[in-house]
């Protein structure tokens, strides 16, 4: 039987709260919000009591695959294991109890917490400075875009295209166009990696800089890495880092010892803060020596007095997000940080390597290996093999959730075709590994002895395939009322 509607389970006079007696002089509410900004009739609200609200969203959050149901092998996205310890830290009370507006003296733990994550991440990268601000990845992205834009303003120089490789994440381009740059697209080489010829090439006198996953989006590190950065300084351009695959490094090498100049951090992927439902999320971003003058404002800076903001600067970029960022995602990752310590994020990284190259020996001879280079924390395997019998990655994909597991990322990175994106993470067991293997060999069995199952699934989750086209051009999620349909 399908779950049913919060507004299905309604009955009119039900309520799951109780409120205490008014302690306040009573005022109409006309009196107190602006008459254009109040309802000309009461919000449709479900009513319904705590325990029937309770099981009902208990019973959704089983439906819906997480990490902590099952492995979610999303490659590039580093789905791993949350502790909950990190939790327990974020909701005490002197964190969700304060307001951003209050006196910098009433506030000095956690004004603490930001300058202790800002400096480990600087220890981390190798880096000299650091802002919390942006919200996520993607707002990283464009935070260091824009720090790169105002060196090359303040030098003098005309430069208006970044260079970008063909295995680039999507947001990569995306961020370079909205800060007001063109893209040129680097070519990879027989390897999977940048293709030195091509960059060569590229790199003209108007290249402010150039963005690079490293480990790549096929999980291969980028050895030239070093090369392409004494490169890029010879021309006064700069190397920005995309950090989503910061969790393949960790107390195994700096990025600032490679020559990067800004690095964008995802604490959603490395540092185990909650991933994905839209957020909070965020994305620290790291600088060279030469780009710290040009940092977000205010910076949380440590005096003889305490902890103070500083917002004092007239080269910084000025504040790209309200207030200091999403304080509460720092409190996990700073929980995490400290837990770990150096020897341990360094086993956090020797895990998640050791992982994914034990799942690429178990899958190699069942789906094709495009580029056949060591891989860090994740690889990319294709169903081209599979593809020409008539099963597409999307069927593999769909197949799974009747073993119990989410689908890796699929069809991406674009230069590998039919491709299966795939990140254990260092969370996961061995046995774990060893499950997942066993469901994919058995799927590429069923591609000779019932291709048609596979073309159908999934049979056992809570919605079957979808018509996502029709789902795309037909969408509809507004509720109907029933008296609305008398």
């Not at 063909?166 to 007001?180: K, L, Y």
């Not at 080489?189 to 006198?205: M, P, Q, S």
């Not at 061995?430 to 049979?459: G, S, T």
Request: aromatic residues 8%; hydrophobic residues 35%; glycine residues 8%.
């Amino acid at each position: 039987m399908p779950e049913p509607l919060v507004f299905d389970l309604s009955k009119k006079g039900r309520k799951g709260y109780t409120l205490n007696d008014l302690d306040v002089p009573e005022k109409n509410l006309d009196e107190l919000i602006p008459s254009e900004l109040l309802r000309s009739e009461p919000a449709r609200l479900p009513e319904i009591g705590e325990s029937e609200a309770m099981r009902h969203f208990v019973r959704l959050s089983n439906m819906n695959h997480h990490v902590d149901k099952s492995l979610y092998p999303l490659g590039s996205c580093t789905m791993k294991y949350n502790p909950k310890v990190n939790e327990n830290n974020a909701v005490l009370p002197g964190f969700t109890g304060v307001h951003p507006k209050q006196p910098e003296t009433s506030v000095q733990g956690c004004l603490e917490v930001v300058y202790k994550v800002e400096n480990i991440l600087k220890e981390v990268t190798g880096l000299k400075g650091v802002t919390s601000q942006p919200a996520a990845g993607s707002h990283g992205e464009f935070t260091g875009i824009m720090l790169m834009r105002k060196y090359h303003e303040v030098k003098g120089n005309e430069r208006n295209v970044i260079l970008i490789p063909d295995s680039a994440h999507g947001t990569n381009p995306s961020s370079v166009i909205i800060a007001g740059y063109s893209v040129k697209e680097v070519k990879s080489n027989e390897k999977g990696t940048i293709g030195l010829e091509d960059f060569r090439a590229k790199l003209t006198d108007d290249v402010a800089g150039i963005m690079i996953t490293n480990p790549n989006t096929l999980g291969i590190f980028e050895c030239d890495i070093a090369q392409i950065a004494d490169m890029l300084h010879e021309k006064d351009a700069l190397l920005y880092m995309d950090g989503a695959n910061l969790n393949a490094l960790l107390g195994i090498l700096k990025p600032g010892d490679l020559g990067v100049d800004i690095l964008h951090i995802n604490l959603h992927k490395t540092f185990s803060t909650p991933h994905g439902g839209g957020g909070p999320g965020s994305g620290p971003v790291a600088v060279s020596e030469k780009l710290v003058d040009f940092l977000p404002v205010p910076a949380v800076r440590k005096t003889d007095h305490g902890y103070n903001l500083e917002y004092d600067n007239p080269n910084s970029i000025g504040k790209i997000h309200g207030f200091y960022g999403n304080f509460g995602i720092l409190v996990r990752a700073l929980t995490y940080m400290e837990m770990l310590g150096k020897r341990g994020m360094r086993r956090v990284s020797e895990n998640a390597i050791l992982n994914a190259n034990y799942l690429l020996s178990l899958l190699k001879d069942y789906y094709k290996l495009e580029y056949d280079s060591p891989v860090m924390h994740e690889f990319v395997v294709s169903s081209q093999w599979q593809k020409e019998k008539g099963i597409r990655t999307l069927d593999i994909a769909k197949s799974l959730l009747d073993f119990g597991f989410h689908a890796p990322t699929t069809y991406f990175p674009l230069i590998v075709k039919e491709a299966l994106m795939i990140e254990p993470t260092e969370t996961e067991a061995k046995e774990v590994l060893d499950c997942f293997a066993e469901a994919m060999k058995e799927i590429n069995e069923y591609v000779d002895k019932n291709p048609e199952k596979l073309k159908h699934a999934p049979y056992n989750t809570p919605v079957r395939r979808l018509d996502e086209v029709k789902a795309t051009k037909e969408l509809n999620v507004k509720y109907k009322f029933p008296e609305d349909e008398e």
